[in-house]
Structures are given as structure tokens and as C-alpha cells.
């Protein structure tokens, strides 16, 4: 393992502190969405949960496609060619307008999907009723990922935070008025809190634009001129980005999957998984950003053919990312009950069958945050230097494994939530400590993402 200087150190905390923020608002967003709705019934926040996931779901493929503009820029920025930055983002944007048409004509399929896997009809009315809403959106989704990888790919990851908090400060209060009526507004329920979500991402795009067309990112990037199709830049984001966005896509789908299978033992275990994963996804989401950050930072080191200051700024974001998954852990630990009792104080029931369950599983969550670091922060580095392929079959392969075996284990073993929960940290554990063997091995070294 290769020994740090403070330097990089500086250098990769603003990178990835403000990318640690920008996700926790993402989070933070998320998590009072469904803290509101968790007022009008467990099974409001089940159909957020459920519904927000599958969108994500559907999104997925694409919107890490168009990501991959982090990688690219970043090693142009590595390579001294600034305008061939802006050329890359142009390409993204040009992607996300061809692929938002190609998602609409799928949505009626996830509704046969909530069917099939055998969830109520009150459920599969508020989940489907929440995606449907967030897809008729889901460009600004693609917007979002284009812009953010072009400025982490410059390092400048402060106008994504900037941006993030933008929407997070217009999302809350949003979501507040048109899920429980106010102003004029009546009230909107489950419908309410994914258009305040799409209010809060337009917020985002339209910083993102302002910062774009600055008068600093212009002059330095030349933002203004570059905006034609370059077909051979185009293809290799397609080239190098669809690996990401299938990886992505399948695994998302493999723990939707998942997710719904455990949702349909019934409505009180549902509430106790959704209650346990939005704990789970305060500590998983802004190590989202280290992994990016990740990206961004060994993708500026490759391009500028030091190889030997990429791996030492890998393992030192791994530090940093097992600084805040160790804090997580404690909480998860130490603070069970009274995390649990912020979403089950008006649930009727809650004592008797959802908080038992909730405390058992937010407890078990504690002993794969490590293993969710390790795996982010090395995935991401891999990406970075341009090994997509082997992260995309890696990931894939083991999500699509794991998620077999839970549709056996629910529905042929009939085994309980519990059990089913610790064969999730067994796949979590196995996943990040092949992930780490990869980047050990070298070899990211060699592989080519720009033209010499």
C-alpha cells in the first residue's frame, strides 16, 4: 500500500467532503419524503420505498451511461484538454435526449411486476401511482448525471453540492405542501411527494445550467462553443458508459427484486425493511459519493499517467469512506430504538410486530457498512482508470446470484425475514472483498479510456 503526503489528502477531501455532502442532501431528501408519508400509513412509506426503487430501476441503465462523463472528463482534465471536456458532456446530454423516449413505452410493466411478486392492491396502487409520476421525469435524472459528471470529473465537485442543496432546500417544503395541502394546494398524498421530488431535481438542472454558462467555467472550457455531435466521442462514452449502466441497471434490478420479495411478506414486515433500508441508505447513499469521487480522482491521476498517486488516493478515500461507515455503525448499534421511533411514533401495531423486526435488521445492517465502503470505493476507482467491463460482470453476477437464492429461500424455503437478512450481509461481505482483490491485482494499469 502505497503512504500518503497531506497533499493528497487536501486534494481528495475537496473532491469528495463536498460530494459526501451533496449525496447526504440526496439522502436527507429522501429520507423526510418518506418520513412525511409515513404519516398517512405504513403503507404509504412501503409504496415510496417500492416505487422510488423501481424508478431508479428503470432509470438505471441510462443514467449511469451518461455518468460515465465523469471518467471521461476526468482524464482529459488529467491529460491537459480542457475543451475536450465540455465536448464530452455535450455527447451526455445528447444521449439523454435519444434515451428518455426509450423509457416511457415500459412503464405499465412494472405494475405487472408489483402484481406478480404478489403485493395488495393498496399497495400496488400507491407504489405504482409514485414511479409512474417519477419516470414522466426521469430527463432531469439523466440531466442530473451528465452535469454532475462533468464537474467531478474537473474536481470541482462544490457546484454539485451547491446544486444538491439548491434542491434539497426547495424539494423539503415542497413535498411538505403537496403531500399534506397548504396555499391553496389540496392535499396530494403519495402523488404530492414525487412531483415535490421532480420540483427539487429541475432546482438541480437549472444550477447546474447557471454554473455551466458561467462566465468562469465558460472562459476556462469554452462551454459555449462546444456543442455538436462528435460521433467518435459520442460512441466511446457508449462504449465505455454502457458497462456502467448495465451494471447498474441489472443490479438495481436484482435488489429491487430483492426489496419486493421482502416487502411481500406482508404489510408490518414491510414497513419494518423500509424503515431498516432508509437507515441503511443514510449510511450507503453519501459513500455513493466517495465512490464518485473515487472516479473522478483516479481518473484525473491515469490521465496524468501516475499511477502510483491513483492507487495511494484510492486507499486514502478508503479511510475516509471507513471514517463515516464506522460512525454509521455505532448509530445502528448504539441508537436503534430512537432511530426506529421516528417513523413508527403514529403507525398503529408499530410496538408489537414492526419495531421488534426493525431493531433486529437495523442492528444486522451495522455489520456491512465496512464491507459497502470497501466495495464503493474500489468500484469506483476501478471505473476511474477505465475497468468497467470486469466491475459490471462482477457485480452482476454475484447480485443476480444472491437474488435467486432469495426467492428460494422466501418463497420455496419459507425462511424469515431475519435469516433472508443474514444471507444479505454473507453477499455484501463476499462482493466488497473481491472488489478489493481486483484493484490489488493492477490491471486497471493498463487499460486505455482516451486517445494518447
Request: aromatic share 14%.
Amino acid at each position: 500500500m502505497t503512504k500518503s503526503n497531506p497533499v493528497q489528502l487536501r486534494t481528495i477531501l475537496a473532491i469528495a467532503l463536498p460530494m459526501i455532502i451533496s449525496q447526504a442532501s440526496e439522502t436527507v431528501m429522501l429520507f423526510v419524503d418518506r418520513l412525511f408519508l409515513s404519516r398517512l400509513g405504513e403503507a404509504y412509506i412501503a409504496g415510496a420505498m417500492s416505487g422510488g426503487l423501481s424508478s431508479f430501476t428503470m432509470v438505471s441503465l441510462f443514467a449511469s451511461t451518461v455518468g460515465y462523463v465523469n471518467a471521461i472528463a476526468a482524464q482529459y482534465y488529467g491529460a491537459g484538454k480542457p475543451d475536450r471536456c465540455a465536448q464530452t458532456a455535450v455527447q451526455g446530454f445528447y444521449a439523454s435526449l435519444i434515451f428518455f423516449p426509450i423509457i416511457l413505452p415500459f412503464l405499465p410493466l412494472m405494475r405487472l411486476f408489483f402484481i406478480a411478486v404478489g403485493h395488495s392492491e393498496i399497495q400496488v396502487l400507491l407504489e405504482y401511482s409514485y414511479f409512474r409520476i417519477l419516470m414522466y421525469g426521469s430527463l432531469l435524472i439523466l440531466l442530473r448525471q451528465v452535469f454532475t459528471g462533468f464537474f467531478l470529473g474537473l474536481g470541482k465537485s462544490r457546484i454539485v453540492m451547491i446544486a444538491n442543496i439548491a434542491g434539497m432546500l426547495i424539494n423539503i417544503p415542497a413535498n411538505y405542501i403537496l403531500i399534506f395541502g397548504g396555499f391553496g394546494i389540496p392535499s396530494l398524498g403519495i402523488q404530492g411527494a414525487a412531483i415535490g421530488t421532480l420540483i427539487g431535481s429541475a432546482t438541480i438542472v437549472v444550477v447546474f445550467l447557471l454554473f455551466y454558462f458561467g462566465p468562469r467555467i465558460r472562459q476556462q472550457y469554452h462551454t459555449h462553443r462546444h456543442w455538436s455531435f462528435q460521433r467518435d466521442l459520442f460512441w466511446r462514452l457508449i462504449r465505455f458508459g454502457i458497462p456502467s449502466g448495465i451494471e447498474t441497471f441489472l443490479n438495481v434490478m436484482a435488489f429491487n427484486f430483492f426489496l419486493q420479495l421482502m416487502l411481500s411478506y406482508g404489510t408490518d414486515v414491510a414497513a419494518a425493511v423500509t424503515i431498516t433500508m432508509n437507515y441503511d441508505m443514510v449510511a450507503f447513499v453519501p459513500m455513493i459519493g466517495l465512490s464518485f469521487a473515487a472516479t473522478a480522482i483516479i481518473g484525473q491521476r491515469v490521465g496524468a499517467k501516475d499511477y502510483a498517486g491513483a492507487e495511494a488516493s484510492t486507499y486514502l478515500t478508503l479511510k475516509l469512506a471507513y471514517l463515516y461507515a464506522g460512525v454509521m455503525m455505532c448509530l445502528f448499534l448504539f441508537a436503534t430504538r430512537p432511530l426506529i421511533s421516528v417513523f413508527t411514533a403514529e403507525l398503529a401495531a408499530a410496538e408489537e410486530r414492526i419495531v421488534p423486526l426493525a431493531m433486529v435488521l437495523l442492528r444486522l445492517a451495522a455489520l456491512y457498512t465496512l464491507a459497502d465502503a470497501t466495495q464503493l470505493v474500489f468500484a469506483g476507482a476501478l471505473r476511474g482508470a477505465g475497468d468497467t467491463r470486469f466491475v459490471m460482470l462482477l457485480s452482476v453476477i454475484m447480485h443476480w446470484i444472491f437474488t435467486m437464492a432469495s426467492f428460494y429461500l422466501i418463497k420455496i424455503a419459507e425462511a424469515s425475514p431475519v435469516q433472508v437478512w443474514f444471507f444479505f450481509i454473507a453477499f455484501v461481505l463476499t462482493i466488497g472483498g473481491a472488489m478489493f482483490l481486483r484493484f490489488r491485482g493492477g490491471r486497471w494499469r493498463s487499460i486505455r479510456l482516451i486517445e494518447t
